[in-house]
Each structure stands twice: as C-alpha cells, then as structure tokens.
C-alpha cells in the first residue's frame, strides 16, 4: 500500500513525510475523513500546498472538527453559510473581550475552509472570491451591531435627520468598503480599506451626559477597528486600513453624510475618483447607505466622456512603477508590469470615462465589467478575453501565494519548495512551465495596457545617427592621440584628462566582470553619453561628474536603458550635471532620481504644498503603518526627488530665491506631518490613544514648532532642522489600550519615534538631520514638553537668545489646537515689556560669541569673508531684526505675526520702527546674500567667499547695525 504523499512531487512528499506523524501523532482521526470524501492522500496534498492548513491541523485540530461538523468541505462556502455560522459564534458573546475572541476563531476557521477549497480548486475563483468578501461583511456587521448596542448603553443612542425620511431618528455608523472589498473581489489574506459615515449631526440621548454625534462614532470606529486589526493571543481578524478616507490618516476618523459629499465635490482628487468605483455599503443601514452612494455618484462619474482619465491613470501608474522599482518589485503579480493593478486601471479608466453616460459601467465587479466592455463594443473580443484569462490566472496566484502561509504577499517565491507548491497548485508540472504561462499573460495584459492606457507618443530619438568615432573611442579601437584630438574637436576643455577618465572606467575591474548583457548596454551607453555632453560648455568637468552615476549604475543596467530610450532624460541629465555638481553628486548616490528626468515639463515645475501633500498620501497609500523601514525609504525618496526639482527650477531660473526656500519649506512640512502620523499610529497600535480630560479619544495633542530655517521659512537644500515638540494633554491621564502608558510616557516616546525616524541613516541616507537643542533646557530639558511647562520656561527661566529664537519659530505640524495655543505663547512672550538697553547689551553680547565662534579670524579677513558670520552678513541682518521684535513688540503687537526676517523687516517699516527705505535696503542686502548662498550650495561650495565681495552691502549693513545697536 503506497503512502499518502506518494502521488506528490519529491521534495514535496519528503516534507510532508518528514511533519505527518507530529500532525497526526496517533494517525488520521476519523472525524477528518468520514462523511468528508477525504482520503489520506487528499490531506497529504492539502499539507503539501500550505503550511497554513498544516499548523492549523496540528495546533487546532478541535477547531477544524467543529469545521467539518458545521460543514464539510467538499461543500461551497456560501454567504448564507457564513452567517449562519457567525450567529452559532454570537450566541457565545458575553462581552468585548468575547467578541474579539469570536471573531478570531471565525476567521481561522473561515480562513481554513475557503484556503483548503481554493488551494485544492474545489472552488473556483468566483466563490473564493466572494466567500471572502461575505466573511468581511459577516464580522463587519456582526461586530457592529454589538458594538454599538454597546455605545449607546455607555454614551446614549445618537439622533439626528433621517437621510430617507428626513425625520429625527436614530442613527447608525454606515461602513463604506473599498478597493477589493468593495468589488466583492477580496483576498484570502487581504486587508480591508474603510471609510465611516454617520447621516447628521446631532446629539446622543438617554446617556449620563450627551455626547456629540461625531465623537460617539469616532469613539464606535475606533472600538469596530480594535476588533478587528488589534493583534491578541488569538490573533487577529482583519488588517483595517482607513487612509483613503478624506484628509487621510490627519482627517476626522468619521464624518457626516454632508461633510463626505462636500468634501469630494470641492476637494475630490482624480485618484479619489479612482478609488471610489468600487466603493459600496458593507455594513450599518443599508437603506441610508443607499442615499450616501448616490449623493457621491456625481463625483464618481461625470456626466460628459471624461478623457482626463486617462492621464490620472497614466500618473497613477508612473507613480507605481516608480515604486516598484525603488523597492525591486518587479517580481510583484499586483503592482508590477503586466499585473492585476494594470487590468484594473484599464477596467476603470473606461468607467471613469464612460461610466456617466454608460450605466452598466457602474458595477464594481471587474469581470462583470470586462463583459459590458466587450457588449457596447469598446474593447475587441480577443482583448476582452486575454484580459480576463489573464486575470483569473493572476488572482488564482495570488490566493496560491497567499493561501501558503496565510500571508498578504503578491511577490513570486524564490525558494525551490515554495515555487514547487505554487506550481502544484496551479496545475503544472513544475515551476518553469508555471513561470512560462504568467510570463505570457503578463506581456499581453502590459501590452493592452500600453494600448490603451499608456497612449502618449513614446519620445522618438530624433537625432542624427551617432558617428561610430564615439564607440571606437569608448572601445579604445583608435590611438590615444586621435582619441584626444576627437575629443578636443568636440569641445572638451580637458580632452586629455576625460580619456583617461574614460579609460579608468573601462578598465575598471568592475566592468571587467559584467555579465555579457551589462557589458552590451554599456557599450551602447557610454558612446551616446559622450556625444551627448558635446552640447554643454563644459563637457570635460562634466563627464567627470556624471561618471560617478555611470559607475553607480553598472550593476543596475536598466538606468542606462532608461537614458538611452529617452533622449530627453538623457539631455537633462547632461545639463544639470554640467551646472551643478550637488545634484551630480545626488543623482549618483540614488539612481531612482532619474525617473524624474523623463518629463521636462514635470522636472521644471515643482508642486506647491497642497499638491505636495496629495503626492506624498497616494504615494503612502500602498505602504503599510507597521512597515516603519518601507515607510521611512519612501519618505527619502520623496524629499529627494522633490528637491531635485526644485534644484533644478533654480538653475534653469524658474524659481527666484524666496519661492525656492518656500518649495523646501513645504517638502519639510509635509513630510514632519506624515511622520508624526506614522509615529503616532505606531504607538497607538501599542497602547491606545491618549487620554483626554473630556473622555474623547482619537485625538493628538501634540505639535511640532519649528525653529531657524524651517521656522523661519528659509530652508536650504542641506539645512538641518531646529525642532521643538510640546503637548497639551493631562500628563496624569492614561491611554486607553491593552498596554495602558501614562500621557506623558506616551508623548516623550513619540518624540523619540519622530526623531528616529527623521534621523535614523537608512540605505537612502538621512531624512532630515535633526537638532533638539532649543528645546527648554536644553540638552538636558525633556524631549517634550507640555505646553505649560515650556510657557513657564520661556517666561521665567528662558535667555535672552532663547526668545531671540522664538521670534523665528512657527508651529509646523500636529495638532491645530496645540499649534493654535503654542502661537498665544509665542505672542505673549515677544511682548513682554522689556528694557531696551538692557536688551540690546544682551544681543549684542551674544552676536560677538557667535562672531568669534564661527567667524573669519581677524588675520584672514582680508582674504576670506563669511557670507553668514562676519561683519556685514547674514547674521547681523537677523540680530537686528530679532533686537527690534523684541523691544517693540510690546507697543506693535502686529510684529509677531510673521517668523520670517522678510516679512519681518515689511513690518518693522510699516510699523514705523525701522525707516522704510533701511527696511528695504537691508530687504535687498539680504536677498542678495541668500542668494549666493543657494547658488554656492548647488557647486558644493560653503559660505566663504574672497575676502573683498559684497563690499558695498557689508558697508551698509555696519552702518544700519551702528544706527540701531550703537557698537
């Protein structure tokens, strides 16, 4: 008699051999077997697809008898199924912590079935699919309901405007899903994208004391998500992702039906639009689910052939791909080429084109809208048809991929026993005939895409044939001599030194060792590349420059493909390395900027804030809270490829100095504001949210002041940043989570977090070096403090240099009412009466520290002037300034309202403190010396500049410093 796995390929067999008697230690129980039409073989095949279902067999076996009592598996797992089996869970539930564990054992057991049916294809796609969805619906609704039974005995039962009647009512928490969920289209192992609405406004009734509509389902949501997300010793149920909701991780965590509708009418992005096609009504009443749909419809789709679409796609997906190269994810069935995330794109461009005048467009399963496609004619049959095989093969992989370790993955195996499962599970013989068919469904699916949705013409290489002197040059076919004459010819100031440097290269031993296709796309790289950098004036210095790219990308050949397929990223390149060596130096350290490249337009017109921060939340968007290392990569590459633009606007002359220190001011904002999210997420993940004095919860009451550059809206593209956190909740008060921490342990750790995450060297470098120094104390100060310990300390114990300081700070991120009151501080401290001279005696005190600290010495300054710290700089400028605030803000309270010297100095002259044409004298002095600061930062350069420039404004500056300080 042959042994169960014996029909299993080998080293699947010799593993399932080598676990079965520690699964069954006293053989296969007959509960398993009888009435299931299971054999020991089945099992064996079972065990070999997934290590899920062996564990759950080995350390669970009462859960999966009570499984196959319920149901055996050779049945399908219907919807009716699952909610009946829920309601035998249900009747077990005595409390919160009940709940939670019902809803554990649920989804082991639910996942176990519609594992063990997909993985075995006794189910097709359609019912793993929708077995799925049912069981998020299922625990959704059934959470809920008990949930909110729960609040109202607590808080009372919220009323408010019926959205059918219009009559008040009560009113329940109405539960959109998206993505996947919406579609009915979910995962085995997925997690679940939500958004909570409420219909009205209003109060609670019949509670203790009543509470606002919106706080008692903030406070439902937040309980509906610990249900579900929060990990216990059972496990968890579902991870719960509530970013798409508006305003993201810092909106409302629910709001009313009119707050959502005016949101999307007013502030709606297209990628919005894209994510709300498959939006629907998962749980809460279905009957005011109903209005909200069809108040958001409009937004969705447009009544008029909407054909931008297609370029919201087409960014959509450039952002991806950006994504998918910067972590290697080419091997991703979802995001990268030829993937599902391409047959979606295609599928909803045309709803979103055509979906308001073609109605059978609006449905949100893809496969039913493949079908409507093909009926009004707007795809081939044969596309049609390669669109849908491809994607029931590709979710099919997907769930294998899953199913084995119960795992949200979609990145192929690279191990010889997971590829064997894959391949069992898919039908196959083995993993290289597996690989051959996906390779095949994925070209066609890329090649459809790029038909319909990548539609704008590819950059045609207009340029005349390269003359074959260039690859004998770089193949070193021709002498030194005429090689350097060519060269010379052709504009290289150096001829001599750039062939050696080509030569280096050459020989250099690690092209010596390229695989043969690295070595091809070399070949055909460099001779371009050097005829390309004929067309600077100096190509020489240049070449030595871009060099350090060539060398950072040999192992990583795609980038040369990338340049030579676009001539005008290549022609880019070429200009910015020619006019700065800190964005050469940049591009070589992170070879990903080159995607930047490719869109001039794009490069030459950086984003204000507003689009900043829609950029960086769609880019977030597919990246996990927990995933801190992903999270802090992405966050690299998004300041850097945003100062790269606008490094290069400055150097092509499209931004002046005060709107480049603006777009480097609002690349930091936006990023501190999503790294105190991430933070704070982290920690409440931990140990709840805060506690507050009136019993709300999900809020933070933290907030980032900034101060110098940042502060004072005057960023560089190398400053570091001055920061300050400070608090303003009840210290004594506890959060609310399952490992409880006072507030104010809570606080300090998330500075910690922040600082951590800002600061930490991540293969892509430092986010932003940070300073903590003019926090009250100092070095030996608290890393946060509540707000009123640091007014006591700025009122009672601050230096005079600490409120010289504060002129400059602003709140830049966190909470609005602690940034809001931080700014009554701030105020109420610069206008404190002072005593004029004894101030000025003070300031000026501390301007000759820093003079002789940083300072040219005196026995240089004929040679050397520092455009910053000497006499006549920067800082005298600033001195003045933070002197006049200081002693007149007490009779001109309008002073504090700007923390930026520019704006500063307006008011000073406006105010009458300073005469108006000193005001726009030391204005233009100013300027002109930032300016060449930014200027030398893009060469690499420092402050220091020969000892004669700036002769005339540094006179002036002495004589307004002499006016106004008297030293």
Not at 166 to 185: D, F, N, T, Y
Not at 211 to 224: A, C, E, K, S, Y
Not at 377 to 388: G, W
Not at 855 to 865: A, I, K, L, N, V
Request: negative net charge; glycine residues 6%; aromatic residues 8%.
């Amino acid at each position: 008699m042959s042994e169960p796995w014996s029909g299993l390929p080998l080293p699947l067999a010799q593993e399932v051999a080598g676990c079965w008697s520690s699964v069954f230690p006293e053989g296969v129980p007959n509960w398993l077997l009888a009435g299931n039409r299971i054999s020991t073989a089945t099992v064996a095949q079972a065990m070999a697809r997934s290590l899920f279902l062996r564990q759950t067999l080995e350390r669970h076996p009462e859960q999966v008898q009570a499984l196959l009592q319920s149901r055996c598996l050779s049945e399908p797992t219907t919807p009716e199924y699952l909610e009946a089996r829920w309601q035998e869970y249900l009747a077990q539930v005595a409390s919160e912590a009940d709940l939670h564990a019902a809803l554990r054992y649920f989804r082991r057991e639910t996942q176990f079935r519609m594992i063990w049916r997909d993985l075995m294809r006794w189910a097709d796609l359609d019912e793993t699919m929708t077995a799925a969805s049912k069981f998020a619906e299922v625990c959704l609704q059934g959470a809920l309901d008990w949930l909110h039974e729960a609040a109202c005995e607590q808080y009372g039962t919220p009323w408010g405007a019926n959205p059918v009647s219009g009559v008040e009512a009560p009113q329940s928490l109405i539960v959109i899903g998206m993505g996947k969920l919406g579609g009915r289209e979910l995962n085995v192992s997925s997690d679940i994208d939500l958004i909570f609405a409420f219909p009205a406004k209003g109060e609670t009734r019949g509670g203790r004391r009543s509470l606002d509509n919106q706080q008692f389902f903030i406070r439902l949501g937040q309980r509906l998500i610990q249900a579900l997300d929060q990990m216990t010793a059972d496990g968890f149920v579902f991870r719960v992702d509530m970013r798409l909701r508006p305003y993201g991780q810092s909106g409302a965590l629910a709001l009313s039906f009119a707050a959502l509708e005016t949101y999307y009418q007013d502030q709606g992005r297209d990628w919005e639009r894209y994510a709300m096609v498959k939006s629907r009504v998962v749980a809460g009443d279905p009957e005011a689910g109903k209005v909200l749909m069809e108040s958001l419809r409009p937004f969705v789709y447009r009544r008029y052939i909407d054909f931008s679409a297609f370029e919201s796609l087409r960014n959509m997906k450039a952002m991806i791909s950006r994504e998918v190269r910067r972590q290697g994810l080419e091997d991703n069935i979802k995001l990268g080429s030829g993937g599902i995330r391409e047959i979606e794109f295609v599928v909803q461009a045309f709803q979103l084109i055509r979906g308001g005048r073609d109605r059978e467009l609006q449905q949100r399963e893809l496969l039913t809208i493949l079908q409507e496609l093909e009926a009004l004619e707007l795809l081939p049959s044969h596309v049609v048809r390669e669109l849908r095989e491809a994607y029931v093969f590709l979710r099919n992989l997907e769930h294998a991929l899953q199913g084995i370790e119960d795992k949200q993955t979609q990145l192929l195996p690279e191990d010889t026993l997971s590829q064997a499962r894959i391949a069992l599970i898919m039908g196959f013989e083995n993993w290289a005939d597996c690989e051959q068919e996906l390779k095949q469904h994925r070209d066609r699916v890329a090649t459809h895409f790029a038909n319909i949705i990548a539609t704008e013409d590819s950059e045609a290489d207009t340029q005349s044939p390269l003359d074959e002197r260039w690859f004998e040059l770089w193949l070193a076919e021709a002498d030194d001599a005429s090689d350097t004459k060519w060269l010379s010819r052709h504009g290289y100031e150096d001829p001599a030194a750039s062939l050696k440097a080509v030569q280096g290269l050459r020989d250099s031993r690690t092209v010596q060792t390229l695989q043969t296709q690295g070595r091809k796309r070399l070949n055909r790289f460099m001779p371009v590349l050097l005829e390309a950098l004929t067309e600077v004036a100096n190509p020489s210095e240049t070449l030595e420059r871009v060099l350090q790219l060539v060398e950072a990308i040999l192992r990583r050949t795609a980038y040369m493909v990338l340049l030579l397929e676009n001539p005008g990223a290549r022609t880019q390149l070429v200009q910015l390395c020619s006019e700065s060596p800190l964005i050469a130096r940049r591009l070589a350290a992170t070879p990903l900027l080159l995607d930047e490249l490719l869109n001039a337009e794009h490069l030459y017109s950086p984003p204000a804030k507003e689009e900043l921060q829609d950029e960086l939340r769609q880019q977030m968007l597919r990246i996990s809270y927990d995933d801190l290392e992903n999270q802090m990569e992405s966050l690299r590459h998004f300041k850097k490829a945003h100062t790269l633009r606008v490094a290069a606007s400055e150097l092509k002359g499209t931004l002046p100095l005060m709107k480049v220190s603006d777009y480097l001011t609002w690349i930091a904002e936006v990023v501190l504001d999503h790294v105190v999210d991430v933070a704070f997420a982290n920690l409440v993940a931990r140990h709840g949210y805060p506690g507050r004095a009136d019993g709300a919860s999900g809020e933070t009451d933290f907030a980032v002041v900034s101060y110098g550059k940042l502060g004072g809206i005057e960023l560089g593209y190398t400053s570091d940043l001055d920061l300050v956190f400070i608090h303003n909740a009840d210290p004594e008060l506890a959060t609310d989570g399952n490992k409880p921490i006072d507030n104010a342990v809570f606080y300090t750790r998330l500075g910690q977090r922040i600082v951590h995450i800002l600061n930490t060297q991540t293969p892509s470098g430092l986010l932003y070096d940070v300073d903590m120094r003019l926090r009250p104390s100092g070095n030996s100060g608290l890393l946060v403090s509540t707000l009123q310990a640091y007014e006591k300390y700025q009122r009672n114990d601050a230096w005079t240099w600490e409120h010289q300081a504060l002129a400059r700070a602003r709140g830049v991120a966190g909470s609005p009412q602690t940034l809001a009151a931080f700014e009554t501080v701030r105020h109420d401290i610069l206008c404190q009466k002072r005593d004029s001279d004894q101030l000025r005696r003070e300031v000026v005190e501390m301007r000759e520290k820093m003079r002789a600290n940083h300072g040219t010495p005196p026995s240089r300054q004929d040679e050397t002037f520092h455009i910053k710290h000497d006499n006549g700089g920067i800082v005298d400028i600033e001195f003045m300034v933070q002197y006049l605030m200081l002693a007149w803000s007490a009779d001109y309270p309008e002073l504090t309202q700007w923390s930026d010297n520019i704006r500063q100095m307006e008011a000073l002259g406006q105010a009458g403190v300073l005469p108006v044409e000193d005001a726009e004298g030391l204005r233009e002095v100013y300027i002109t010396l930032r300016s060449c600061i930014h200027r030398r930062a893009l060469q690499n350069l420092d402050d220091k500049v020969e000892g004669q420039a700036f002769s005339e404004e540094r006179q002036y500056v002495r004589s307004v410093w002499q006016k106004i300080m008297g030293s």
